[in-house]
């Protein structure tokens, strides 16, 4: 193929088979549009609960080695076609935005197509001094958190067009949200979308422009090809069935990663693939590119004009070393990029394609995070996969990376490029890359491009630190963690699945009696509800499911009005996670917003896990954090939650957390932040696990929870057949629709009225406490929710229910007969009911310190 071909942007016609045939014929998926599209994608399928099938890009040189010309082409010619649409004038104005990790290489060549126009990536990549301009996370991916890093501050600032670059416009959730951001930080007339494919269903067709609207600003499309995705029923479970059934056949042939080869003789660790023929391991070649000093390697903090021509003057010379450094004889080689460092490799390898000659076929393709399923087969876009550990210590803690169609592909050589943060001891491991690369092709060249740091005032230390984790883990997700999708919730905690920390009720109580012990230390054995318990749930559900939709989309619009147009929502575990679901779903059907939602643990007489918010301080605004509940009983944990938050700031000097809890139901009158003040029954407070995503109530020990751990929960598995949180959750969410305009009246009035917390619902505990003798308020569990709690943990001494309250307590009175506990009918009572628990009668009831009560 001729380079005129190339910069125009025509891929190499895919010869005989379609890469996307396997999966097509197996789950009957179909590209319909553009005939270009099977020249641009094949299909691969990955482990996903809400999305088996990829689309593989066959011109974006990141999962599928390609000649960089037709790599670069593609941008360039897209970059092009941006400036022939904003005019010469508003594209010297303009600047350009590209997509961690995928896209960074494609924004920077769509940069270098419009002209003169700077570029910044966003980054997964946290740098010590400069201060983040912004940042949102991504729903479909595996690895969320992006920050927008520029060394100029500036740079997003301007009232020029702003171009967003990604691979593919499919949902457009994650280029929406970042324009919603970027455009109450820096707002403009104009934005221009570009994507090598415009892969939108019907339904998301049109919000782009309803977005564009409600912004008031331009918006426009530009993508090489169009089309959509059409997907049989079923094709979901057919798709995590073949998952399953490939992985189990590879592990059986020795190999970890997913993928059933075709090759006779199972492979070596780490690779699903044919592996090379020799014996030996060598060492990866180095190479001296002599990088400019001072030039940034990519876009990370920016990439101006002039970097740009500093880059072209060097490109010859750094190409004519790598072709020196290459074996001699070698005729099909491949320049491999790392993760977000593809633009500095993809320019090198189309260098090196224009001095190496015709004789030389050069390829280019980069490492990645994304995990995918391998099978060698013709019809099938990725055939094998290395398998090697994260080399540059990632942020977000060590994991599995990935390098797909390179063993095996016939290789004489690869020419690794990594930037200098990635040259570690983990690079040169007997299972790092260089190794796994070694194992396949006969000649590994190493070039290392140096890590560009913008130059930042150095950040004075803070006298007399407290000693902290250089890292902390990501959130645990579903399914591996809890039966909630990944992108629904990001625990904050530690999984102590394998740990026995039930115990009988009774034995429990004990424990805490006799020793002093805290509740926290332990859990109850699960509740398992009988058949006219759950019978009793279902029927709940339906009578409030319009109920409780009313009080999500109500909440949720008081804290877009009042606490940030783009909150973090972090509901303490577990009861404020169903809640902080509900939300985050009324934020996406209502706004089209994605927005990050994490659960941490709470503890009475402990604090907020201080881990939990040093991780949320390094990966978002704390003044945008949010903190969810389900319920308010007498605000307890209200009063817990700002006094640890008053401890954090102390202790770490982090500012910004607003202790003020967001609440579905606030019948004590103690937050502002509420969708009602009915005391109301909560469908999800009748159950423990079986509908807060199979997730035990959070754990605090000091032999399981060290100093720098966040706090554990358990995940029960096992309980799979009998989980409703789904259940709850959709039963919720599809009344959205029907309680819009009603939740439109509700917000209204809330927002013109006085909500100024009485703490009623406080004074009426205090009363109740003499009244029946307890004389700890700790032990008086007022309203709906907390009622049930008591029912289900503890051993309840009896019940106050308000004279004719309704079906909200049949599920209290259901449980009250089983357990043989009294309900007492009181009249004036301002909660619908009141769970007591009295030490006399009850081994091992808590107070204010987590701790037992004894008389």
Known sequence: MTERAHAEGHAEEPVGVWSGSWVAERLGVELAGDEALTGLLGLALRRNPKRAHLLVSNVLGKHVPQSPSVVYGHGVALGRRVRELLGADAAERAVVLGYAETATGLGHSVADGLGPAPYLHSTRRPVTGVARAGGFEESHSHATSHLLLPADPALLAGDGPLVLVDDEFSTGNTVLNTVRDLHERYPRERYVVVALVDMRSAADAGRLEEFAREIGARVDLVAAASGTVRLPDGVLEKGQALVTRYEAESAQAGGPSSAAP????????????????????????PVNLRWPAGLPDGGRHGFTAADRDRLERALPGMAARIAEALPAGARRVLVLGFEELMYAPLRLARALEQTAGDGV???????????VLAVDDPGYAIRTRLV????????DGPGERYAYNVAGAGFDAVVAVVDSAADTPALHAPDGLAARLAAHVPHVLLAIVPSYV????????????????SMLPEPLRGPAFSSYAPDEVGWLLQDLSDVTLEAPTEEREEAIQSGGAHYAESLPVEYQPSEQYQELFHAALEASAARLARAVGAVTEIVLAER????????????????GVLMRRWARYRH?????????????????????????????????????????GKGAITRELAAALRDFEASDGVTGFDPEIAVLADPGSCVRTYGTRDDFLIPSACLNSTVSGLVSRTVLRADLVGPHDFHGAKFYRELAGADLSPAFLDAVSACFPDVTDAVDTHVKDLLSADRTPTWEGWAAVERISEEYGIHDVNLVKPGVGETTRVMLRRVPWK??????????????????????VAVEEVDGLPYTCVGLIHPQYTRGATGADGKAVTL
């Open 262 to 285: 075709s090759w006779p003789v199972a492979p070596p660790e780490g690779v699903v693939g044919p592996a090379h023929d020799h014996r030996t391991h060598p060492r990866a070649t």
């Open 361 to 371: 076929d050069v390829r280019y393709s980069t490492t990645t995070r994304s995990p």
């Open 388 to 395: 090697f550990p994260a080399h540059d210590d990632p942020a």
């Open 454 to 469: 913008p130059d930042v005032p150095p950040v004075p230390p803070v006298p007399q630190a407290p000693e902290r984790p």
């Open 564 to 579: 940030s147009p783009r909150p973090v929502l972090v509901s303490l575990a577990r009861a404020g996670t169903p809640v």
């Open 592 to 632: 089209g917003l994605d927005l990050s939602h994490y659960a941490v643990s709470i503890v009475r007489g402990r604090g907020i896990d201080a881990n939990a918010l040093r991780w949320l301080a390094g990966h978002h605004d704390p003044a945008d954090v949010v903190f969810v509940d389900g319920w308010t």
């Open 799 to 820: 019940v106050l229910a308000r004279a004719g309250a309704g079906a909200d307590l049949d599920h209290v009175r259901l449980l009250a007969e089983q357990r043989g």
